[in-house]
């Protein structure tokens, strides 16, 4: 129950994607993967997910999973692209319906927007258990960065997404719609009442001031005794204190208006228009 965990360093957008191994069968899943994207021209490639897809076809891996820990404000995810060359199911957590009908107000998508989930494969809900080919896994529901937030717990190694990060940086905001600091407190007491030895993989690493290489990989009990905002001993009224105090002195995230309405389709871009070009909208005053 020890999967083979590969990551792969997004620099632009600080963003750790990973495919992760059933040593057992070779098969394999992809966690947060990347579509490259240039604000400045409004041009996507596909560099990064072609460096994930090159390695499972290197190792001669069978693709069965395409996970995404929430719907991403940081970067476009390559699922559809992925998915397209090499097969697997496409899932998230069943609280995307609550991000969908958020954000399908806030961009004023439409009614052809459907905001059910069924862009994607697989929902997930809290405690669900699914398989990496033999190794048993299940998704825990983590919300307060989103609504919609999941750690998959694949073997000894969990994938938490911006639920939390390194111990020396500390854990996501909680001020995006639908984000809430208690609740980002509790969930991250479940990923605490993991064993200790369980490895923990982040979705992002920004290097902590004094540190001067990216790191991404720590354990449940290295979280528990040295995270700065959440280690053992900190109550919920003192995280959410600082969590709440800490969060009006960050910006938004440069790319949250592309990636939030991709990634709210699965990765998939608006539909075109008339005359075939796709466009992003550009809320005016909303956040």
């Known amino acids: 129950m020890k999967p083979q965990v590969t990551a792969f360093f997004d620099e632009p957008t600080f963003t750790v994607s990973y495919v992760v191994v059933d040593p057992a069968t070779k098969k394999c899943a992809v966690v947060d ?7 400045a021209s409004g041009r996507t490639n596909t560099e990064s997910a072609d460096e994930v ?7 001669g891996l069978e693709l069965e999973w395409i996970l995404e820990t929430h719907v991403h404000a940081d970067h476009l995810s390559a699922a559809p692209y992925i998915k397209e060359r090499l097969g697997g199911k496409v899932a998230i957590g069943s609280n995307i319906t609550v991000v969908q009908e958020t954000f399908g107000k806030i961009f004023n998508a439409g009614t052809e927007f459907e905001r059910d989930g069924s862009q994607f494969d697989a929902l997930f809900r809290d405690g669900d258990v699914f398989h990496l080919g033999t190794i048993n896994a299940r998704a825990i529901h ?8 999941m750690t998959y717990l694949i073997g000894d190694a969990g994938f938490v997404g911006d639920t939390m990060f390194m111990p020396d940086y500390g854990t996501a905001r909680a001020d995006f719609p639908g984000g809430d600091a208690h609740t980002l407190y509790k969930s991250i007491q479940k990923i605490f009442a993991l064993p200790d ?32 905002h959440v280690h053992d001993g900190i109550s919920e009224d003192e995280f959410v204190a600082m969590r709440t105090a800490r969060d009006k002195t960050l910006s938004m995230p440069r790319l ?11 990765g998939e871009l608006p539909p075109a228009e008339d005359n075939g070009v796709h466009y992003l909208k550009m809320p005016i005053n909303v956040f």
């Not at 897809?53 to 190792?59: L, S, W, Y």
């Not at 993989?201 to 990216?214: I, L, Q, S, T, V």
Request: net charge positive; with cysteine.
């Open 33 to 39: 993967s990347v579509l490259d994207y240039d604000p």
């Open 53 to 59: 897809i090159g390695f499972i076809k290197r190792e």
């Open 142 to 149: 983590t919300p307060g960065h989103t609504p919609a937030c």
């Open 197 to 228: 030895a369980t490895r923990l993989f982040m979705c992002h690493d920004y290097k902590a001031p004094g540190r001067n290489e990216y790191r991404w990989e720590t354990t449940v009990g290295d979280e528990k005794k040295t995270n700065i």
């Open 256 to 266: 949250i208006l592309p990636s939030v309405q991709v990634n709210m389709r699965a």
